[in-house]
């Protein structure tokens, strides 16, 4: 296990209160590369919920998708404000995705090969062809 998919393992342990139901069912469907941004998201929603603490949150998937972070999850007992604070949270992390190579976390472009969307840096994308 590289260290990476270390840490993204640890998130569910870290963060109860956002994996309020347990561990992801696939683990992250995702690239190594994008483990810091995940990491970063779960932070920054933890510190969300911590003005909320009538509110649960279970992430039920995160994974990749023409070539972006998908993170799905459900929120209760949150107001408005926190649940769309939380929404834009997830969107910043859902878009920044675009621009980092999902591979070796670098920066990188979004982009469409023989009709497949992945977001890889130069490098890396020379490596898959
Ligand atoms: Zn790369």
């Not at 840490?7 to 683990?27: K, S, V």
Request: aromatic share 8%.
């Amino acid at each position: 296990m590289t260290e990476d998919r270390a840490r993204l393992g640890a998130l569910p342990t870290t963060y109860p209160r956002i994996f309020a139901d347990g561990p992801l069912t696939w683990g992250f469907e995702h690239g190594d590369g994008w483990s810091e941004l995940v990491a970063a998201l779960c932070a920054n929603l933890n510190e969300i919920l911590e003005s909320e603490p009538g509110a649960s949150m279970g992430v039920k998937q995160v994974k990749e998708k023409f070539g972006t972070l998908r993170f799905y999850y459900r929120l209760n007992g949150a107001n408005d404000k926190v649940a769309k604070r939380v929404r834009h949270a997830v969107d910043l992390a859902e878009k920044a995705s675009g621009c980092i190579c999902e591979r070796c976390g670098c920066l990188a472009k979004l982009r469409a090969e023989a009709g497949w969307w992945s977001t890889l840096c130069p490098s890396c994308r020379t490596d898959s062809t």
